[in-house]
C-alpha cells in the first residue's frame, strides 16, 4: 500500500487563508508517501509546509505559482503506475475530458494528476484515469465563486488504485471511495 496525496490550486494567500482546519488535522506527516500537486501553490511558505506533510513532493507550475522552477509537466511511477501531471491551464476548453485524454496518451501515462477547475473530478478514458483533486481551501475562479474545497488520497496497491475524495460540505467534511479500474468511470 503506497498513499499519495493530490492536491492542489490552494491560491493561499491570493484568494484563500488557509486550508479547511479539518483538512489540516488529516495532513499529519509520517503517513503519506507522495505528494503531487499539479499547481497554484502560489509561495514558498506554502510549499513548505506541503513539504513537512509529505517530503517526497512533485510539483508542476500552475499559472499563479511564484516559483518559476516548477516544470510545466512530470511523469513519474509509482508502484506498477505511470503517473503524469500538469497544471491544465493549458488545456482549452478548460478540463475538457477528450483533451485531458489525449494529453495522458501523448505522455504515455495510466494516470493523469490535473488541475485548474477547482472542482474535484475523477473520469475513466481508454483505461486511463484522469483525476483533478480540486482547490483544496476552496479558492474561487473566473468561473465559479462557491468552490467546495477537496483533496484526494490515493491508496496504490499493485494495478489498483483506490482514490479517497475529501470534500468540505457545509462545514462537515465527506469522504467518497473510488476504485480504479471501475467500470462505472469508463466513458
Not at 486550508?19 to 499547481?39: D, R, T, Y
Not at 522552477?69 to 503517473?83: A, H, Q, T, W
Not at 501523448?106 to 475513466?124: N, P, R, W, Y
Not at 470534500?167 to 465527506?174: F, G, R
Amino acid at each position: 500500500m503506497v498513499l499519495v496525496l493530490c492536491i492542489g490550486d490552494l491560491h493561499i494567500p491570493h484568494r484563500a487563508t488557509d486550508l479547511p482546519a479539518k483538512f489540516k488535522q488529516l495532513l499529519v506527516p509520517g503517513k503519506i508517501h507522495h505528494s503531487l500537486c499539479p499547481g497554484n501553490i502560489c509561495t514558498k511558505e506554502i510549499h513548505d509546509y506541503l513539504k513537512t506533510v509529505c517530503a517526497d513532493m512533485h510539483v508542476t507550475k500552475g499559472d499563479f505559482d511564484e516559483d518559476g522552477s516548477y516544470p510545466e509537466d512530470k511523469v513519474l511511477k509509482i508502484g506498477d503506475f505511470r503517473i503524469g501531471m500538469v497544471h491544465g491551464h493549458q488545456i482549452v476548453p478548460s478540463g475538457s475530458k477528450e483533451r485531458l485524454a489525449f494529453l495522458a496518451r501523448q505522455m504515455d501515462v495510466d494516470i493523469l494528476v490535473t488541475g485548474h477547475t477547482h472542482e474535484f473530478k475523477a473520469d475513466c478514458i481508454e483505461g486511463r484515469l484522469l483525476i483533478n483533486p480540486g482547490s483544496a481551501t476552496g479558492a474561487f475562479n473566473s468561473l465559479h465563486d462557491k468552490v467546495v474545497p477537496s483533496f484526494v488520497l490515493m491508496d496504490i496497491t499493485g494495478k489498483k488504485a483506490t482514490l479517497y475524495v475529501y470534500e468540505m460540505k457545509d462545514s462537515e467534511m465527506a469522504v467518497t471511495k473510488i476504485e480504479h479500474p471501475d467500470p462505472s468511470l469508463e466513458s
